[in-house]
């Protein structure tokens, strides 16, 4: 069966240093993928989309690596703040414009 | 830009009850969603609307959770009886389905958080 899977620890680093959090998926072959940001208490939020023939994307601090062999995607923040202290959720394409989403890594930057 | 509006915020009922939850998407957003976050999960999707027909709704459990979305904009998502298993923040989202364009953004709104005691 299609699994999605994020590390389901916390991630605790300290500021300024580069967070890296992961995404594994499993009998999926999925035409772009998704991280969004999710704050307790509120929704979703989209960060950035990376399509299967592209290998890497960034924004800002951010940055987006897709490895459609070893099935994986990477998710960086780099100089990490404490204000990118959330849970980082990994979603694929399931088929007209349907995502489906792993269960988060919290991420926790301390000062 | 006025965001994905949901309501109730909060809602406790007791099993065997019902419950309904409406959304008013982002203007123009064809496609309407509704996920099921489940505390430490990821959200799951229930039911797609592409303007008001249904394009997936093979995770909704149809025997107690109906939707709809009348005129393509607004949808009211019913639970009818709760389970204790139902607890859960249920969350919609709208995307701007551009035709022959792979990967358009999802936009949720703050979701409603209900509790079956």
């Known amino acids: 069966s299609q699994k999605i899977e994020q590390n389901s620890e916390a991630l605790n680093i300290q500021e300024g240093k580069t967070a890296t959090l992961t995404c594994n998926y499993t009998n999926y072959s999925p035409a772009y993928l998704q991280w969004y940001r999710q704050d307790p208490g509120r929704g979703p939020v989209f960060l950035l989309l990376?399509?299967?023939?592209?290998k890497e994307k960034r924004k800002e601090r951010l940055k987006v690596t897709f490895d459609t062999t070893l099935k994986q995607s990477l998710f960086h923040i780099t100089a990490s703040q404490p204000a990118d202290s959330a849970t980082y959720l990994c979603?694929?394409?399931?088929?007209?414009?349907?995502?489906?989403f792993g269960a988060g890594t919290r991420l926790a930057v301390h000062p | 830009e006025a965001g994905v509006a949901q309501s109730p915020r909060y809602k406790i009922i007791e099993k065997r009850q019902s419950v309904a939850f409406w959304c008013n998407p982002i203007?123009?957003?064809?496609?309407l969603y509704w996920y099921q976050q489940i505390l430490g999960q990821g959200p799951k999707l229930l039911i797609q609307?592409?303007?008001?027909?249904?394009?997936?709704d093979s995770q909704l459990p149809k025997d107690r959770f109906s939707a709809e979305r009348l005129k393509g904009v607004d949808s009211t998502l019913k639970i009818q009886p709760a389970k204790l298993e139902d607890s859960a923040v249920y969350l919609c989202a709208s995307s701007l389905l551009v035709p022959g364009t792979a990967g358009n953004t999802i936009y949720f709104g703050e979701g409603s958080w209900l509790t079956v005691v």
């Open positions: 203007s123009g957003h064809a496609t």
């Open positions: 979603a694929l394409s399931g088929g007209y414009n349907k995502l489906i």
């Open positions: 990376i399509r299967e023939n592209e």
């Open positions: 609307f592409q303007n008001n027909g249904v394009v997936d």
